[in-house]
């Protein structure tokens, strides 16, 4: 539990291995549960759950294994569907499960993610149907950091999909740091008869709220003001959805406070949502919430850890779409380094205090922030390496 944070945004944490560690710990007071993983768990940084449990295996064993048993609750196979397959045997039983994966790779289970919703969706005509587990699964090795896999590892899809199916069934989670990420874990284990997706990175990021912030984000339908990043009187809100759309942003915020110290900005992090709606399918952002904390008039401007589009869609149900101005993932990749990554698709920190700078009436920031990228693209592209480092 973090009680405090005093230096938002300084202390650099792995979501990946917080995960790693809240496995660890569920296996080791549940005997029945199961991680089920396309030989993805070491390559996820979820290497910890090791410590405490063994991958499945019958054949002969080698000095450089991994711990490995017959009664192992690790079950890794290249397949996504078998997997997927069998944790639903598993979740029938009344045991909880999860699975993990790339995120360009759960597009592969969507037919029968969406088959499971419509049981799930079924059992509610059936008086005599016990609850099941949620579906929960772990998305990681994301779009935005795929330094050696390249364009073919590099898809936000499996968010819009299931965000896309009216079900009330779905739960699409964005932790930002170590605080949030065992708040949704918490939140995963929880639910019953709904799928909940949580999309991480697994490389360093920044901390940037405590324990008890990161469960009021949950209690209060999914978004909160981060007051260390918000100016009274706001004449421009921002706003975010993953966490490297959130470190984006409040790096852009960064910038465009050093260069227009009196410019008002408010900072409100969104860390889940359902269909249609910010925050989840049992505690949803009511439009009154999303009045006081978004304003009724202020120009939005947001950064999305997947498609642009998807985001856009459900703050049109609260604001007129003329009010936003949303970056995300726009199918433009490579392998390549991290400021290149996010500057291909118009979501780093510089493009976004660009449209902030835009929208502050100050077109001269927006072109010296567009100056540093195209100077970026030039150092990366003779020596490998980002002129800037992202933290």
């Known amino acids: 539990m973090i009680e405090r944070v005093e230096h938002p945004g300084e202390e650099m944490i792995n979501i990946a291995k917080t995960f790693g560690r809240l496995l660890k710990d569920r296996f080791e007071k549940d005997p029945h549960f199961y991680l089920f993983s396309p030989d993805e768990t070491t390559s996820n940084r979820l290497t910890e759950v090791y410590d405490m449990e063994s991958r499945a295996w019958n054949l002969p064993m080698e000095d450089f294994d991994l711990p490995e048993s017959e009664q192992g609750r690790i079950v890794e196979l290249l397949s996504e569907n078998a997997l997927f397959a069998c944790m639903v045997g598993h979740l029938s039983n009344g045991e909880q499960a999860m699975m993990t994966s790339y995120e360009s790779f759960f597009s592969i289970i969507f037919s029968q993610v969406l088959q499971q919703i419509k049981f799930f969706k079924q059992m509610d005509a059936v008086s005599w149907r016990k609850p099941w587990p949620a579906v929960n699964l772990l998305s990681t090795s994301v779009c935005w950091r795929q330094d050696h896999n390249g364009f073919s590892h590099q898809s936000p899809a499996a968010i819009s999909a299931l965000l896309d199916v009216p079900s009330g069934r779905v739960n699409c989670l964005f932790p930002v740091d170590d605080s949030s990420a065992e708040a949704t874990f918490k939140y ?82 969104i860390n889940s949502l359902t269909y249609s709606r910010i925050g989840t399918t049992d505690r949803q952002f009511t439009n009154n919430q999303f009045g006081d904390y978004f304003t009724q008039h202020l120009p939005i401007v947001a950064s999305f850890h997947g498609y642009p589009e998807t985001l856009k869609n459900i703050l049109s149900t609260y604001a007129s779409p003329d009010r936003l101005d949303v970056h995300g993932f726009i199918e433009e990749g490579t392998t390549t380094t991290p400021l290149e990554m996010l500057q291909l698709n118009h979501n780093s920190r510089f493009d976004l205090a660009s449209a902030v700078a ?19 693209h030039t150092h990366a592209i003779t020596y490998g390496q980002d002129q800037i480092v992202l933290d």
Do not use: C
Request: hydrophobic residues 40%; negative net charge.
């Open 358 to 376: 835009s929208r502050l009436g100050r077109p001269d920031l927006a072109d010296k922030y567009q100056q540093i990228l195209a100077d970026n």
């Open 188 to 269: 995963m284990l929880a639910q019953e008869n709904v799928v909940n997706l949580a999309t991480f990175d697994k490389n360093e990021n920044p901390r940037w709220i405590d324990s008890s912030h990161a469960k009021f984000l949950f209690d209060n339908g999914g978004a909160s003001i981060y007051q260390f990043a918000s100016d009274p009187d706001p004449e421009i809100i921002l706003t975010a959805a993953g966490d490297i759309a959130t470190r984006e942003m409040l790096r852009a915020r960064e910038i465009v406070k050093n260069d227009l110290p009196k410019a008002r900005l408010r900072f409100v992090g």
